[in-house]
């Protein structure tokens, strides 16, 4: 190997079934210039990646720009085809495992784990360049082929699982939308104790009413479009909205009270499904600019309404289809529109148009 022409990494040798792989941390400012993708238009069969999806990289590099003092990205994971060389600090021991790699300047990298990453990394170096001299671990393949790369790909992906929504929500302590509805759902008398922290779906044996994704993506709903002094005015704001909501529904209260099951109140009624707390997040947002006492004489119409799953005269084509419970943009806004005329609210004329094709039988489901 000619020295003149060749990176040096300080790593550390590993041995995965039976052959040598290597840890370095790399400057993020090497990252964009010596780690490479696979050429987008070949077919997939002669790929080692899968195509990069442009639309997460801008928010993974926000991440980054936006949180300069306390960003985590997990390594990156690397093929090198090409000479590669390690020299170890000595020869037995731990030093036998410690040393520098070094890797031929005509060597191709491939990214097996960490494609996005990398763009995103090149997108926020442009705007923060001072970011370049921080670093990022990397771990090293000698290549073995385009199957081998593949098969490395299929490999690392085979038992990786997002995480669910509620946990992202949970763990979350610097978006401040998470913040507020942790908050709602400890603050509140409607959430206590009835609400799912981890997981975004629940199972027919579950305790709970409500999962946190489900009250978060309604949260949002009732604040969208409005300012906020502080991400308290915008807790109390919700709390007292669903406090105001749970006071005319009763069958929330009872599953707290232990009178009813979680269980049969989301096999019985609508009332606790996403998308019916979707729609009341929509209308909390419109009924929002309206008097605390208009506010409360208006909800207390919800009263009248028969939640129950078997009043399909009510419910289906809106939050149902089939008697199932259908969750889409349009059932969302289907079942907003009875949620806003059942209170006296006026619906937009977007809402008067969709609910017209509705009443015609043309709602598209």
């Known amino acids: 190997m000619d020295t003149s022409f060749e990176y040096v990494f300080p790593a550390i040798r590993g041995i995965q079934a039976g052959r040598e792989y290597y840890v370095s941390m790399c400057p993020l400012r090497l990252i964009p210039k010596i780690f490479l993708f696979d050429e987008e238009e070949l077919v997939p069969e002669l790929r080692a990646q899968r195509i990069l999806n442009h639309a997460r990289v801008p928010e993974m590099a926000s991440y980054l720009i936006e949180n300069k003092k306390d960003y985590v990205f997990s390594s990156i994971t690397a093929s090198v085809n090409g000479l590669v060389k390690f020299e170890p600090m000595g020869e037995k021991g731990e030093a036998s495992r410690v040393g520098s790699l070094k890797i031929d300047m005509n060597s191709q990298f491939i990214i097996n784990d960490g494609q996005h990453r990398r763009a995103a990394i090149e997108i926020a170096l442009k705007t923060r360049p001072e970011l370049g001299d921080e670093t990022i671990s990397v771990v090293f393949f000698v290549d073995r082929g385009l199957e081998r790369c593949q098969q490395m790909f299929a490999d ?3 038992y990786a699982i997002r995480t ?36 975004s779906s629940l199972s027919p044996r579950s305790r709970k009413l409500f999962t946190l994704s489900a009250i978060h993506s309604a949260n949002i709903a009732i604040i969208s479009g409005q300012e906020y002094e502080n991400t308290e005015e915008a807790i109390n704001l919700c709390c007292s909205y669903w406090n105001e909501v749970y006071r005319h529904i009763p069958e929330w209260s009872q599953v707290q009270e232990g009178n009813l099951t979680s269980g049969e109140v989301r096999q019985t009624y609508v009332h606790s499904h996403s998308i019916v707390l979707q729609a009341l997040g929509n209308l909390g947002r ?23 799953r078997s009043n399909s005269d009510t419910w289906e084509g809106r939050c149902m289809l089939g008697g199932r419970i259908q969750k889409s943009s349009s059932n969302v806004a289907l079942t907003t529109n009875l949620l806003k005329q059942q209170i006296g609210l006026p619906l937009t004329p977007e809402e008067e148009r969709l609910e017209d094709a509705f009443n015609r039988g043309d709602n598209g489901q």
């Open 164 to 199: 669910s929504p509620s946990i992202g929500i949970l763990y979350d302590h610097r978006d401040e939308r998470a913040i507020m509805s942790k908050a709602v759902v400890t603050q509140s008398k409607a959430f206590k104790d009835i609400v799912e922290m981890e997981k």
């Open 286 to 308: 419109a009924i929002t600019e309206l008097s605390k006492s208009q506010q409360q004489e208006q909800l207390k119409l919800l009263k009248e309404l028969n939640w129950k």
């Open 156 to 158: 690392l992906n085979r």
